[in-house]
């Protein structure tokens, strides 16, 4: 086999990110033989022109900060886009780069970290085992590294978005307290509204839906400091993280079910191996051009799923059956 062909073999995957999830995306690729990994810090070279994205196939952007400019930079110069970010105004900006990536004939995901990304993955699972879907209700526990910290903080000062009856509607995050009951060994924690993009981009995937909520877990503290500056610096790391996502809605007899489904992990591992779901379905060509969003029913759930759980993070389902 001559030198040229053994280098089309190898796909070059770049990672924007030095931080928790980053650093575990890089991680994993590393030890697979047939990647070559360039990491990459977004505030220190201009992506229109740096030589180190020369023959990428795929970026991953993990880096804190907003991802639109560096997304379409990234696919001006036809090369595959998965942001994680969870930041609604950036979110809703990348969807709208759908055409630009499908005239260069590349994948673009958005959202692809544990929230929206795992979140739209298992509202899709359960919803694939019903006939109707009305109602999708995510509860979000826990953060990643620092940046997600803060990002958790300013979700709880801002405004936050619901799908009610047709139209989405707003609310001052921090309210409408709900008790939810994670997967163990988290838990039960009171979750509030919040400012994250989980309602919009179930809404694109799931537009029969009448009724889509997001909330996340919050202390007394973490709602009154939420429009200050942060008191306490953020941990590197926060513990172990959560969702539940409930899909309600009916069979085909017309009788009323609701399935609920969630994990327990660390934030950053969840996230990091969401991402690493969307990565390897891009280099294996099964993503379609254009926009992808977890939750599309042209995406192979099931495949991303598995290789999510293959990271390790373990999908739980509410069966009504209690342990022993």
């Known amino acids: ?19 928790v999830v980053g650093s575990r995306i890089v991680k994993h690729l590393t030890a697979h033989p047939a990647r070559t990994v360039v990491q ?51 979110v809703g900006a990348i969807i709208g780069e759908s055409e630009r990536a499908r005239r260069r004939g590349i994948a673009l995901v ?7 990304g795992l979140v739209g993955l298992i509202a899709r699972h359960l919803a694939s085992q019903i006939a109707v879907v009305d109602e999708i209700h995510v509860a979000i526990h826990g953060t990643a590294g ?30 409408g307290r709900e008790l939810a009951w994670f997967p163990e060994p988290v838990g039960a924690y009171d979750c509030y509204r ?13 537009p029969e839906a009448n009724r889509i909520t997001a909330r996340i877990s919050a202390n007394r503290r973490d709602r009154l400091t939420s ?68 939750g599309d029913d042209l995406l192979d759930t099931t495949s991303l799923l598995r290789t999510i759980e293959r990271f390790g993070v373990r999908l739980q389902e509410f069966n009504g059956v209690p342990s022993a």
């Open 1 to 19: 086999m001559s030198p040229v062909e053994t280098r089309r073999d190898i796909r070059r995957v770049a990672v924007f990110g030095h931080g």
């Open 227 to 294: 429009r200050l500056p942060m008191l306490t610096p953020p941990h590197r790391e926060g513990g172990v993280g959560a969702l539940r996502v409930e899909v309600r809605g009916a069979e085909e007899s017309g009788a009323r079910v609701t399935l609920i489904a969630g994990i327990a992990e660390m934030v950053g591992t969840a996230a990091a191996a969401t991402a690493i779901g969307f990565l390897e379905a891009s280099l294996s060509g099964t993503l379609p051009a254009g926009l992808n969003l977890a």
């Open 40 to 90: 990459i810090d977004s505030r220190r070279e201009q992506i229109a022109t740096t030589p180190f994205l020369d023959d990428v196939d795929v970026a991953v952007l993990a880096q804190p900060g907003p991802h639109h400019r560096d997304t379409v930079a990234l696919l001006d110069r036809g090369i595959g886009v998965i942001s994680v970010g969870d930041e609604v105004s950036d």
């Open 194 to 206: 919040a400012e994250v993009p989980a309602p919009f981009v179930l809404h694109h995937s799931f």
């Open 146 to 175: 620092p940046a997600c910290a803060r990002q958790h903080h300013r979700a709880l000062a801002g405004k936050a978005g619901a799908y009610h009856e047709g139209t989405f509607v707003s609310f001052r995050a921090g309210t």
């Open 110 to 116: 958005a959202g692809a970290g544990m929230s929206p």
